[in-house]
Structure formats: C-alpha cells, structure tokens
C-alpha cells in the first residue's frame, strides 16, 4: 500500500523557515519523482518543486528558487522541503505527491502528471 504522509507545517512569522517533511512507503523509490506542492485560492495546485530519486534531479518553480531546498533521505525514505525567507504569500496547504515519470521527470512540477499524494500540511506565514 502507497503512502505520502506530510508533517512538519506550522505557524511561522514572516523571514522564518520551516521544514516539511513526505515520508514514503510502498514506492520503488528508485523509478518514482516526488514532488511538493501547494493548493492556492483557486484550488488549484501550485507546483513548487520536484526531485527524482533516480538522478537527484530538482526542479523548483520561480517563487521557490533562492529560498526553498528540497532533499532526500534514502534511509528513510524521506523527502524534504526546507523552507527559508518565508513570505506570507507562501501560505498555503503544501501537498507531497509521487508518480514515475521517467523521462518526463523535466515536467516534475505539474501537478497533473502525479497519482500518489499524501493529505497535505498546513503552512501560515503571518506578516
């Protein structure tokens, strides 16, 4: 059984940082992307960044580039998103989500191309 569990969201003041967490299970991990991102007001999703576990390849969207990292810790089959110079337009719900997209890893920040996601973590960033 596949399963993304995020943690880590939170209430931060605004120049803060935060770190999400997407702990996996049930994923080959080698073939999988995995990718972060976030519901806006419209609902919908933001694609913020991606990494493969294949190549460590990254992608990260242009509000996210400079201020967020996202990393993998094999051993436990987690991915991260370090969060840093929060803004309060980073207030969003933050969704991890997982699919195999082998060479269309360079497409890892549409949110169409992902079938596994996890419920999503709550990040507000006050002014």
């Known amino acids: 059984q596949v399963q993304l569990v995020e943690s880590g969201g939170g209430f931060v003041q605004a120049g803060g940082s935060l770190r999400l967490s997407c702990e996996t299970s049930?994923?080959?991990?080698?073939?999988?992307?995995v990718g972060w991102f976030r519901q806006g007001l419209g609902k919908e999703y933001e694609g913020v960044s991606s990494i493969s576990f294949s190549d460590k390849s990254t992608l990260y969207a242009d509000s996210a580039k400079g201020r967020f990292t996202i990393s993998i810790d094999n051993a436990k089959n987690t991915v991260y998103l370090q969060m840093n110079s929060l803004k309060p337009e980073d207030t969003r719900v933050y969704y991890c989500a997982a699919a195999e997209l082998g060479p269309y890893a360079a497409f890892g920040l549409s949110a169409r191309l992902y079938d596994k996601w996890g419920q999503g973590t709550r990040v507000t960033v006050s002014a």
């Open positions: 049930g994923l080959i991990l080698d073939s999988y992307t």
